[in-house]
């Protein structure tokens, strides 16, 4: 991993997912979180980052249930000496894949999971060196990955797509008993996440629908200034239910890698509102499974949401439509897919 997170955050839970999956078809699964990774910022200096380490142990992983037989440990950097000896290794995040892409052959063979096209913080030259590392077969979550990725490398690369866990995630709440006005949002102070252009759509829409009710979440603290018909929920425990007593879900990302909180509303019954960014069109198609708008567009936001609230028709049918498409991420799928291509790299 990058690092330890101490919060929910989408791509960790992915590779949670197949740590946990994995273990249960009999693998011996060890995560390691590296305390150094190159390029990553850091709040505090190294030599309090290893205490802290020390300190911490893994009780700040509450916020996701690992399987009974999963070890974990932290290491200096991702260097031979730190890094156990393993037949495949499974990395995510560019700048450690180019670290593993280095470890000797003892550290096992190199799978390099690309969750995102991931250049928001520069070093292109470097990002795209990451995925020709030697002797690493590339993941992508997303097809649109594939097609940059194999653009700056030989290396073989597979789509395994991000799933969804029906059982934690699933319709809960009749799609045409919600309240119209009734809306649910991701909160991020990520400018990439595009927060403010949907707030900004909110209060438009507000203005025609008085009755208008907004739930946010998110990881950081709640915003300021916050108006009382906009709820905060920080870090929520209960994603399900917050869910499905929401009509609409509003996703206004300038990028994703693929956007799991938008397939988790899908999945509990939301009409999906989201940005027309590479990320979000492996599952919405816009008037089938979506409505798409403009990156940054505020104005065609509120429009697609008002939309929506007159024509509560036209929401329970984009909602059951997206509903149905998301079934087909099923992490039982993705899970097959990783197993058969580590023992296909095992047997070669």
Not at 61 to 72: A, L, S
Not at 112 to 128: K, V
Not at 254 to 262: D, K
């Amino acid at each position: 991993m990058p690092f330890k997170p101490r919060r929910p955050a989408g791509g960790f839970r992915v590779m949670y997912e197949y740590a946990n999956r994995l273990s249960a078809l009999g693998y011996s699964v060890h995560i390691t979180y590296p305390i150094k990774t190159s390029f990553m910022e850091y709040r505090f200096h190294y030599f309090i980052r290893r205490i802290l380490s020390f300190i911490e142990g893994f009780r700040t992983n509450k916020w996701f249930h690992f399987g009974p037989h999963i070890t974990m440990s932290y290491a200096s950097s991702v260097q031979d000496e730190y890094i156990k000896d393993a037949d495949i290794v499974l990395v995510t995040w560019w700048s450690t894949a180019a670290e593993v892409g280095l470890l000797s052959p003892e550290k096992g063979k190199k799978i390099n999971l690309i969750q995102g096209f991931e250049n928001w913080i520069g070093h292109e030259d470097l990002l795209f060196k990451s995925y020709n590392m030697p002797n690493t077969t590339n993941v992508v979550v997303a097809s649109y990955l594939k097609d940059i990725v194999d653009q700056h490398t030989e290396n073989e690369t597979i789509v395994i797509s991000n799933a969804i866990d029906d059982k934690q995630f699933y319709l809960s709440n009749p799609i045409e008993s919600r309240k119209q006005t009734s809306i649910c949002m991701q909160y991020s102070t990520q400018e990439i996440k595009g927060s403010r252009y949907g707030i900004e759509a909110l209060k438009q829409v507000k203005n025609s629908f008085p009755e208008l009710t907004v739930d946010l979440f998110g990881v950081c603290p709640e915003p300021e200034d916050l108006p009382d018909w906009m709820t905060y929920y920080r870090a929520p425990k209960n994603l399900n239910e917050l869910y499905n007593r929401n009509a609409i879900f509003l996703s206004n990302s300038l990028t994703e890698g693929f956007g799991l909180v938008s397939v988790e509303a899908l999945s509990c019954g939301c009409a999906l509102i989201c940005t027309d960014i590479a990320g979000h069109r492996e599952y919405a198609f816009d008037e089938n499974t979506a409505l798409l708008v403009k990156p940054e567009d505020s104005k065609e936001m509120a429009e697609k949401i008002c939309f929506l609230i007159e024509n509560d028709r036209d929401r329970i049918n984009l909602a059951t439509r997206g509903n149905k498409y998301v079934k087909n991420f099923s992490w039982d799928e993705s899970v097959k897919k990783m197993d058969n291509l580590i023992k296909r790299l095992l047997n070669d």
